[in-house]
């Protein structure tokens, strides 16, 4: 279908839309209300009963004001319509309806009685309280409501989408989910629902879910609250934001919906081709949602119930790699090529390797259900129960791509499953003291269900001249089991409870209480336990397979007296949290808030100790290293222990419209992603060992070598002993930690009642973690720039290289790019990783905001601009330790030095407009806008190659020489090469680092700007009190209009053709030194920007939902 017809396609849907509207505290899943009841003099008014009723459900609080008039009530429902009955013999009862309440927020509603008289009758106040001016707000937060969740635009459908409201939460990249709140990594934000975790429980995942779809129905959340900076000492396991959400309840009226959300290609805008700088068709594809909820009493006023199932599906192109001839990307091998590799396999071997008839349409498949029980024990008891499971099928086409293809046999279909149970009590035990218990579990699952139970098998093809367009060279032919998947296992389970108690005295609330979470992780990722062969090639050559002797071979196998099982990461991580707070209410203007909080780390098992590793380093013996590292790679965070303080205030100014000052500081410990802590159980260089031949080791010189049976491979290659990984934790190691403070004004304008905020936020690291590859060796020279190098002398002999930048192996040559022969390297062992603490980073964070909640007419809006900025040592890109150390662009590779975080979104703007209307009768029509126009990420500019020899390609820091013409720099090219590289220079602004090492991320992608909207109309439903609800979202409205905006241009992770150093650019490339010790640059064409689109994040894209609400 053509661009004209998906653009008549979405205005059709529109047209169908508008047609029918022509004529702080916890993160707990509770609100509270506070107040005080004076006379109308002022006086307090002790002995008041206050009655608070939830009027959708009945049910009842009731408590009593103290000697200061002061009453409260915890663990009420979120929203509303509340109304609060106060009495006192005297004195004329006075109800106050339409009392809405935010999540784990203080609703604060103030009564004052008149004095009885008998002709009066009870006065009834119709208001809605707000959470913006609270004296109990110190620190920074925002509340998203129900309201504001339908009203907004979210294809994804998840509560990322939403957090962006916050002009400190920025999407970063919504490929895959990833948010950042004030220049953070993303890994280090909380998502709690119900009070608890759903966050990835293993840290593998970008967006911080387990699963592609959040594992909870956005139609069954009833309100979020993102914190930020949240002193309240129940706050943990966060040091860049808790979103927070509670889940809907039943009420004593039967009510539901039920839902079905649409999109595919068609209602997607064209990708951008920057090469010919021209447009092209989206890939096929189809995204379904199919939910319904329902809720109700099963006793009136007592006990109530509410379900949500959702089933999604999502249809995407499986495999565009195809044999010669076929419809897709053609690869340069011919169907006959695997048609005479499947028939040997069979007649040779006995097994089915498949075919490479990958379905033209793969589904991924997300089903969820939750199940929720409220009871209203009596007038000072409640508690809920609620049950969810996801499901999640995802099939996975690995071992395609220019110069391979792989076979059905190799791919598999990636299954996760995720249970939770939470249960909660509230209790009021007296007008003063009440408590609340939450225990919970979750479970998590995830492991592959392979297509074969076979060895991994590669058979290469050489020779031959492809058709123009197809690339030649050597071709891969991939099928058996895929070899990451050949002992690939992961379950975590997650227990927690939670206690507090808050005891009113006077003018203060003390809270105290504790928590303990425990998670037990197994994680099985052993590579090649089946085997792994690559072959040569089938036809014009020695046919290596038929007769089983392959080029390379290698299985993974455990060491004598060890099972596999022994190299399992089999571990426990839990928490002990106490803690103690008092909220201190001075006078009416005034309130304090002191605390603290302890946490205690648990981590009972120890890594299996590697005596070898953990020995002092021995003498250089032929310039290597031997003896091991000084370490002890058992060690773990058990015993750990962090006090953290916390102080608030609130200031409320004695002006005539609303007028506060708010500020807090605290010490906030969060946690490090699970797979950085198991990495020193998987690597201890102990419990499995590889052997082989061919590659790395001696040569496979025997026919007969492979065997179909992965459970009987061939172990008998005596000498090839690999060299081992180790992953330590360094002594001085902490779970993350940050101190932050912030100082907020708010205050309410005589314009249209709109709310201006200005909230200044700082960070500083308490405990941070990096990485430092302690078998790097020593340098052997210091360049030019004061930089380390570890080259051999082939890598210094500018003969030795290419004009490209790779390196020539061959003769004087031979192992110039080899880290395996870097002086004092220790040949008894290959990666060797130490994660670190660090107390260097910090972030500048400024917000200023205008906005105005709907009132009494059909508009909302606000507009918002953030600055920010934040530094930190290490971006902690990846889950394996190596990853960490190698992605990042340095000067030297172990140095601890900050630079900016590649997370900074440095300037952002946002802002929404909402509309509701009544057009005719009771039918609501609905317009929500969102807007964001933000400052590109930040990026480096590196060396294209490996400059420094430390083995990673890309992250090594440019260095610009002092000016044109100095001589400080050889370029292979000569002055030609030179002036054009003094022009690249200028051109990207680079000449202001002259005679300097360019700065990590001190660049910056384009600007981008992006609107969203959400249009949805009701109409009538078959009975009386029913609906019917039209939505359409348009995601990147702009891009609708014009092709060329709202295009997300960056440099993205890897920098292009860079294998290490994340978000790198480049155009030179190292060429070794001359005799003098200068460098050897060579002149490359400039890596661009890339457009991000994977999944259309730079083009428009539609969604339309069909609702019936009953």
Request: with cysteine; glycine share 10%.
């Amino acid at each position: 279908m053509n661009k004209q017809l998906r653009v008549t396609r979405l205005a059709g849907a529109l047209a169908l839309v508008l047609a029918t509207s022509t004529p702080v505290f916890a993160q707990t899943t509770s609100a509270q209300m506070a107040g005080r009841v004076t006379s109308e003099q002022g006086e307090a008014l002790a002995g008041a009963e206050v009655v608070i009723v939830h009027t959708p459900s009945g049910t009842t609080v009731r408590s009593t004001t103290d000697a200061e008039g002061r009453y409260t009530a915890r663990g009420l429902r979120v929203g509303g319509p509340y109304t609060v009955t106060v009495l006192r013999p005297g004195f004329e009862p006075e109800s106050t309806e339409n009392v809405f309440l935010q999540l784990n927020e203080v609703t604060a509603v103030n009564v004052d009685l008149a004095a009885e008289a008998t002709e009066l009758e009870a006065v009834t106040v119709v208001g809605s309280a707000g959470t913006v001016f609270s004296p109990e707000r110190m620190g920074a937060s925002t509340q998203i409501s129900r309201d504001q969740l339908d009203s907004f635009a979210s294809i994804q459908r998840n509560l990322q989408d939403y957090a962006r409201l916050d002009p400190r939460v920025s999407q970063t990249d919504k490929d895959r989910g990833e948010i950042s709140v004030a220049g953070q990594n993303s890994r280090f934000n909380r998502i709690t629902v119900d009070g608890v975790s759903i966050s990835d429980t293993f840290g593998l995942e970008a967006n911080n879910l387990p699963t592609q779809k959040q594992p909870i129905s956005i139609d069954a959340i009833d309100a979020v609250q993102i914190n930020i900076s949240n002193v309240d000492v129940t706050q943990k396991g966060y040091t860049g934001a808790n979103i927070n959400a509670v889940t809907k309840s039943g009420t004593n009226e039967f009510s539901g919906s039920v839902y079905y959300v649409w999109r595919d290609d068609q209602l997607a805008g064209d990708r951008y081709n920057r090469t010919s700088d021209s447009f092209f068709a989206p890939p096929a594809s189809e995204d379904e949602t199919v939910g319904v909820t329902f809720g109700g009493p099963i006793l009136k006023d007592r006990l109530f119930f509410f379900l949500s199932y959702e089933d999604y599906k999502s249809t995407r192109v499986g495999n565009t790699f195809v044999p010669l001839g076929g419809n897709g990307t053609e690869v340069f091998i011919t169907q006959q090529d695997i048609d005479a590799t499947r028939a040997l396999a069979q007649s040779r071997y006995g097994i089915d390797i498949g075919t490479a008839d990958a379905p033209t349409q793969a589904e991924l498949s997300v089903e969820d259900v939750l199940l929720k029980f409220d009871w209203n024990i009596n007038d000072f008891q409640r508690a809920n129960l609620r049950y969810t499971k996801t499901e999640e099928s995802n099939p996975i086409f690995p071992g395609s791509g220019t110069r391979a293809l792989s076979l059905s046999s190799h791919w598999y279909t990636q299954e996760k499953t995720v249970e939770s149970l939470v249960g909660q009590w509230y209790a009021d035990w007296t007008d003063s003291f009440s408590t609340e218990l939450r225990v919970s579990r979750s479970e998590y699952d995830s492991a592959p269900n392979n297509n074969s139970f076979l060895p991994a098998i590669t058979v290469q093809f050489t020779g031959g001249t492809p058709p123009a367009g197809v690339l030649g060279g050597t071709r891969s032919l991939n099928f058996g089991t895929e070899r990451s998947r050949h002992f690939n296992v992961l379950g975590t389970t997650s227990d927690e409870i939670f206690f507090a108690g808050n005891w009113f005295v006077g003018d203060h609330e003390i809270k105290a209480g504790f928590d303990w979470s425990n998670i037990d992780v197994y994680n099985a990722f052993l590579q090649d336990t089946r085997g792994n062969y690559t072959f040569a090639c089938l036809t014009g050559c020695a046919n290596s397979f038929e007769s089983g002797r392959p080029t390379n071979y290698q299985v993974q196998v455990a060491r004598p007296g060890l099972t596999l099982d022994d190299g399992v990461a089999q571990w426990e991580l839990g928490n002990w949290g106490v803690f103690l707070q008092d909220t201190w209410a001075v006078n009416y203007n005034l309130s304090l808030q002191f605390g603290v909080r302890y946490d205690r780390t648990r981590m009972p098992e120890s890594p299996l100790f590697n005596a070898a590793a953990a020995a002092a380093p021995g003498p250089i013996v032929n310039g290597r290293a031997t003896g091991g590292f000084g370490l002890d790679n058992s060690a773990t965070l058990d015993g750990k222990g962090l006090f953290q303080p916390r102080l608030g205030m609130n200031y409320t100014f004695d002006t005539e419209r609303a007028t506060q000052l708010r500020a807090g500081i605290g010490l906030f410990q969060g946690s490090a992603a699970n797979v950085w802590l198991s990495n020193p159980y998987s690597n201890t260089g102990l419990a499995t060992q590889v052997v082989g031949c061919g590659g790395t080791f001696a040569a496979c010189s025997a026919d007969g070598i492979f065997n179909p049976d992965p459970n009987n491979q061939n172990v008998s290659f005596p000498g090839s002993n690999p060299a081992a990984n180790v992953d330590f934790l360094s002594p001085d190691l902490e779970l993350p930690s940050v101190w932050k403070a912030n100082l907020a004004f708010d205050h309410e304008t005589p314009f249209w009642g709109a709310v201006f905020t200005a909230e200044l936020l700082l960070t500083q690291t308490e405990s941070g973690i990096y990485y430092r590859h302690l078998n790097l060796g020593e340098a052997t020279r210091l360049g030019p720039d004061g930089r380390a190098l570890f080259w051999n002398p082939a890598g210094y002999n500018a003969n030795c290289w290419n004009a490209n930048g790779t390196a020539v192996t061959s003769g004087a040559c031979a192992g110039a790019n080899s880290p395996r022969s870097r002086f004092q390297n220790n040949s008894a062992f290959n990666n060797v990783l130490v994660a670190e603490n660090t107390t260097k980073g910090s972030g500048q964070n400024l917000t200023l905001s205008l906005s105005r909640a709907r009132q009494d007419d059909p508009w909302s809006w606000s507009v918002a601009y953030n600055y920010s900025d934040a530094d930190e040592v290490s971006p902690l890109t990846s889950s394996v330790g190596n990853s960490n150390w190698a992605n990042r662009a340095v000067f030297n590779p172990n140095e601890e030095v900050v630079a900016r975080s590649p997370y900074v979104v440095r300037d952002r703007f946002v802002a929404t407009l909402g509309y509701r209307a009544f057009l005719f009768g009771d039918n609501a029509t609905d317009f929500g806008l969102f807007y964001e126009g933000r400052k590109g990420k930040p990026y480096s500019w590196t060396f294209n190659n490996d400059a420094n020899g430390d083995g990673i390609l890309g992250n090594d820091l440019m260095y610009i020489p002092s000016a044109q013409g100095s001589g400080e720099v050889v370029f292979r090219g000569g002055a030609a090469e030179e002036a054009a590289f003094w022009q690249v220079v200028r051109d990207n602004g680079l000449d202001r680092f002259a005679g300097q090492v360019v700065g990590r991320n001190t660049e910056f992608s384009p600007w981008t700007n992006s609107f969203d909207i959400r249009v949805s109309q009701q109409l009538p439903g078959f009975m009386d009190g029913h609906k019917t609800e039209i939505v359409l979202d348009i995601l990147n409205v702009g891009n609708l209009i014009n092709k060329d905006w709202g295009r997300i241009d960056e440099i993205g992770f890897n920098g292009g053709t860079n294998v290490g150093g994340a978000q790198a650019r480049s155009f030179v490339a190292y060429n070794g030194m001359d005799a003098q010790g200068r460098y050897v640059y060579s002149l490359l064409e400039t890596e661009n920007f890339t457009t991000r689109q994977n999944r259309g994040e730079s083009q428009w894209a539609a969604q339309i939902t069909l609702r019936y609400r009953f």
